[in-house]
Structures are given as C-alpha cells and as structure tokens.
C-alpha cells in the first residue's frame, strides 16, 4: 500500500527565514497531497494541499511542489513567523481507496527569534 | 461552521477492560474517521464510514471496533486495552472520501495503567 515518508523529524529556522518540508510518496496513482498543521496541544487542522494535474500552487506564504517523477512533494514557508511554530504532517491518498489518506509522521518546525 | 466533539477528553482504563470513544460532528458531512496518534509515528488510520451505513477497517484495525449509529456520531472501541498503552485517538469528517480537507476533533488521550 501507499507509504508516506517525512525524513525529517524535526527543522529549526530563524524568524524571517524560509522553512522546507520534504515527503516522498510510493503509490504512482496517488493523485491528492494535502498538508496539516498541529500547534502544541491542539489538534490538526489543514493549511494546503496540492492534485496532481499541477506542479505548483501557493497560498500566501506557503507554497506546495510537486514532482511526480521522483515522487515528491514538498512545503516551503516564506518569511516564517513564530506562529509556524508546529508539527505539519503531508499525506496523500491511497489509491487502493479514494477515502484514505495515509500520513507522514510529521515534521516538528521550530522557529525561533 | 461547524465542530467536531469528542468525548472523553481523558480515559484512563484497567488492561483487559473495554474502552468506548465517542465522536459527534455537526458539519453535515459524510466521511468519518478514526485516527491513533503515537509520538513520533504520524497518524494512523483505525476505522472510516465513507457514509451512514457503511464501515471500513484501515491499517491499524486489529483490537478495535466501530459503529456509525449514525451520520453526525462515530464511536470507536477499544475491544481489550493492553497495559502501559498511551495514545492520542482523533476522530475526523470530511463532506465525502478523502479528496476533501478532514476537520479533526480535539482528541481523547488513552492511558491504561
């Protein structure tokens, strides 16, 4: 079945500077890759996603990549504020069912002043 | 708008007891899910009811049950709690599958001594 992979488990970024989350895929059907977004001690909630008929799409700050060939797809946070702070999670949907998402195991984004 | 609740917030269980978890949404959606939550493994998926009457094992299924009683309530249980488990379980809705962004409850944290 469909894997999800964030190899990092953990990024420190200066205010101001930009952030980079990384996630591959393995499911070459998957076709749906949302972003999630967890502040300490809250629950998830969602920030961007990106289909794969695009490569690129962006909303404010946060601009999702996607590069189907190496199955790929990444997060970039411009001029990272100290609310960024959290653990973002990428997903992607199984393509054995339309109505799974499987997750990464999340990327702890600290930024510090 | 709309919320997703859950109830307990806390459960604490003996091993071997039966522990129900309950999820009421009031977005009128269709899709219903149930997450656990260990550190540092992301989110895995238990059980999904793409709609009222339906119910669907995920990847983490094994020692657990779920009912849709029906479209705004999703229960989840833990058949037999095994001993010094810790877990945050998140229920979610989406208005229908996974191609549509997933509202996340605040969570129930498990702990069985």
């Known amino acids: 079945g469909e894997k999800v992979e964030q190899h990092q488990s953990t990024l420190s970024v200066r205010e101001g500077d930009s952030a980079v989350i990384n996630c591959t895929y393995t499911?070459?059907?998957?076709?749906?890759f949302p972003w999630y977004k967890q502040e300490a001690g809250k629950s998830l909630h969602f920030v961007i996603d990106?289909?794969?008929?695009?490569d690129r799409k962006q909303s404010q700050r946060l601009t999702v990549l996607l590069d189907k060939k190496a199955k790929r797809f990444s997060l970039h946070i411009t001029a990272t504020q100290p609310e960024d702070s959290a653990i973002y999670f990428c997903?992607?949907?199984?393509?054995?069912?339309?109505?799974?998402?499987?997750f990464g195991q999340g990327t702890s984004l600290s930024v510090v002043p | 708008g709309g919320i997703i609740t859950q109830t307990p917030k806390f459960l604490i269980g003996q091993e071997g007891q039966k522990l129900t978890l309950k999820c009421q949404q009031n977005?009128?959606?269709?899709?219903m899910y149930w997450y656990r939550q260990d550190s540092g493994k992301g989110l895995r998926l238990i059980y999904y009811?793409?709609?009222?009457?339906?119910?669907q094992k995920g990847d983490l299924s094994e020692g657990y049950d779920a009912s849709r009683e029906k479209k705004s309530s999703f229960s989840l249980t833990v058949t037999s709690a095994q001993k010094n488990e810790m877990a945050v379980f998140l229920c979610?809705?989406?208005?229908?599958?996974?191609?549509?962004?997933?509202?996340f409850g605040p969570g129930t944290r498990l702990t069985v001594l």
């Open positions: 009811s793409i709609t009222e009457n339906d119910l």
């Open positions: 990106i289909r794969s008929n695009v």
């Open positions: 499911d070459t059907a998957s076709s749906y």
């Open positions: 977005f009128n959606h269709d899709t």
């Open positions: 979610a809705s989406s208005i229908w599958g996974a191609y549509a962004e997933q509202f």
């Open positions: 997903a992607a949907v199984a393509s054995s069912s339309f109505s799974k998402l499987v």
